[in-house]
């Protein structure tokens, strides 16, 4: 019952973040990165210091080549690739999706301008770049800790390790739900965009995590998919 309530907590806490921070009125201002990224710096903190005191964090035991045995932060050879491999992935299937789904010239487009809207202007993002990648680097670290670390060790007694992952992208994409009235548009209607990334991304990654046994390759992904679709090649609208 007490992972049950501390999950549900994330949850709610992380839902409540992303409600505000989508809000039209903090579109491009500070306050949308304080509401998005506070709840889920905090719980990352927490998973880490819980993470710390199993000895998950980092192990400084030799594991083998897999990573089996290694902590959540521990670094192996290639992690680097399998990052840039897997961001390449989410990237073209995020284009691919957005083709198909939400075309250039439909109302569809438009749940993808107002996500861009939220993010800020590209001129903005230009000149505040090194500012850009330190929260797209510190938000990818503490996404990974909640969704890849706490939620799956609160899961596996509950589900099983084997589906654990599976089951913490349901909640990251749960916790993803208030964006659909957040970023609805009149014509086109609830905006599910951002649910369904967290869900293919929260597989993709989840997938990573137990495939490799830790969770820096998914950060590597993580860092290098944002940067990718928020500075260099947008899914909309100019590119930075």
């Known amino acids: 019952m007490r992972n049950l309530a501390t999950l549900a907590a994330i949850v709610v806490s992380v839902a409540t973040g992303t409600h505000f921070a989508y809000q039209l009125g903090h579109a491009g201002q500070l306050a949308f990165l304080v ?5 889920t710096l905090l719980i990352a903190a927490m998973g880490a210091y819980r993470a710390h005191g199993d000895g998950d964090l980092y192990r400084a035991s030799s594991f083998d080549e897999s990573g089996a045995g290694a902590g959540w932060l521990n670094v192996r050879s290639g992690d680097f690739t399998r990052g840039f491999v897997a961001a390449a992935v989410l990237f073209a299937s995020a284009y691919t999706a957005m083709k198909k789904v ?4 439909s109302d569809r487009e438009s749940w993808m301008a107002r996500f861009y809207l939220q993010v800020g202007d590209p001129t903005t ?3 505040q770049v090194f500012f850009v990648v330190v929260a797209i680097v510190v938000m990818a670290v503490a996404e990974e800790l909640v969704w890849r670390g706490l939620v799956v060790s609160l899961l596996e007694p509950l589900v099983g390790s084997r589906r654990a992952w599976v089951w913490a992208a349901l909640l990251a994409s ?4 208030p964006t659909l009235w957040a970023l609805r548009d009149p014509v086109a209607g609830l905006n599910p965009m951002l649910p369904a990334a967290a869900l293919f991304g929260g597989l993709v990654f989840g997938f990573m995590a137990r495939r490799f046994g830790r969770l820096l390759p998914g950060m590597f992904a993580r860092v290098l998919f944002s940067w990718t ?8 609208g100019p590119s930075v």
């Open 35 to 39: 509401w998005l990224s506070v709840p």
């Open 102 to 105: 939400a075309p250039s010239g």
């Open 125 to 127: 993002l230009r000149k």
């Open 174 to 177: 749960t916790a993803q739900l």
């Open 229 to 236: 679709i928020l500075m260099m090649f947008r899914l909309w």
